[in-house]
């Protein structure tokens, strides 16, 4: 059986500079290419009329151009939004699927795309962390996710294109920081034909200390999101095993106000909302107390069930109060809206299809 040819898609600049050298073409030739895939979106090298016959006959030989194909769609219409959420199963190149989410919003259009294939964090109350982990997506696929959610914004609404991106699909963007950063790098690149500010980019995170100070020394401008939780220890571990004994609060909390003073620009605490587990008034005083130490605002959202878990949404008055007393101590606190919830679209239910639901 022949083996397909890699995706030229899936090689970061750097890699093809040095696919071009090993052919024997100046560097200049891989800015070129780097154009017209990621900016023509070209889906044959015969499209590349820049480039001599001769090149892209070698290009043909060595590579392919294998964009994301879509095999599932599914929309849901929020309360009091005239456009549907919308949830897109996509194929690679290597028969992996990966989940994105299109979420439309007032004054808003944000995709919500993945950065793996699973988790290997196993959160239990998350369904992608029952998937387990498969791989690392490449910055290409995670490119094509962005494309993927626009072309959907562009066939409901000619001329328009998304307004934000938020990493907070499958997977865990700070186990794949390099290809991360160079789908941003593909995303925000002055004078293609999708360019997007990096201050309208979330990357979401449960708290990876070393790349969140890589982020801080990066100098981009893109915006930080952790997930908390509990400030408590011992109940976050209870929560998110994994992350929480690698990276715990206290090197957890400097990290971020060493972020935070070095960026300037707040750092936003997702806190998932579980009945009778992180929602009293004694966790509400110790994620003040936390939060106190570095410049942030507080995302407060509520469980999205998803089968066989032991979790449940909190009472709306618990989390009332929950909210009011975070206000009270000063602190800026919204409660996100779920979108998506009846698709299983929403924060902690993405996985790929046949594992959704796992038993």
């Known amino acids: 059986m022949t083996k397909p040819l890699q995706n030229i898609t899936d090689l970061t ?12 073409e100046p560097s200049f030739r891989a800015t070129q290419i780097h154009q017209w895939l990621f900016s023509h979106r070209a889906a044959t090298f015969d499209e590349m009329t820049i480039l001599s016959l001769a090149l892209r006959k070698k290009l043909a030989e060595s590579f392919s151009i294998h964009p994301l194909s879509a095999v599932n769609y599914q929309e849901c219409l929020e309360e009091g939004c005239e456009n549907p959420t919308q949830k897109i199963l996509l194929e690679l190149q290597d028969g992996n699927q990966v989940e994105s989410v ?7 259009m944000t995709g919500c795309v993945s950065s793996q294939i699973g988790c290997p964090l196993q959160c239990p109350f998350c369904a992608t962390g029952r998937m387990g982990f ?12 962005v494309y993927a959610l626009n072309d959907l914004v562009a066939a409901r609404e000619p001329g328009k294109a998304l307004t934000n991106i938020v990493f907070m699909g499958m997977g865990e963007p700070l186990l794949n920081t390099d290809n991360v950063i160079e789908a941003i790098e593909n995303l925000t690149t002055r004078n293609y034909r999708f360019c997007l500010s990096q201050k ?42 994994i992350a929480a004994r690698q990276y715990p609060l206290a090197e957890l909390g400097k990290a971020l106000s060493e972020y935070s003073s070095s960026t300037g620009m707040p750092v936003t605490i997702v806190y998932l909302l579980l009945r009778g587990i992180n929602d009293s008034l004694d966790d509400a005083k110790i994620l003040a107390k936390f939060s106190k130490t570095f410049l942030c605002k507080i995302n407060l959202i509520d469980y999205n069930s998803i089968n066989n878990s032991k979790f449940k949404t909190v009472y709306s008055a618990a989390r009332e109060l929950f909210q009011q007393y975070l206000m009270n101590a000063g602190l800026h606190v919204t409660v996100r809206k779920s979108y998506g919830t009846n698709i299983n679209a929403a924060c902690g239910q993405l996985a790929t299809v046949g594992i959704q639901n796992p038993q």
């Open 13 to 24: 600049l750097k890699e093809l500079q040095q696919a071009l050298s090993v052919l024997g």
């Open 134 to 145: 498969r791989r690392n997506l490449t910055a290409g696929e995670i490119t094509g996710q």
């Open 102 to 108: 299109l979420i439309a919003s007032e004054n808003r």
């Open 200 to 241: 309208r980019i979330t990357i979401s995170t449960v708290g990876v200390i070393p790349e969140i100070q890589r982020l801080a020394k990066s100098g981009m401008k893109t915006k930080l999101a952790v997930s908390l939780h509990s400030a408590d220890q011992q109940k976050r571990e209870s929560l998110m095993p």
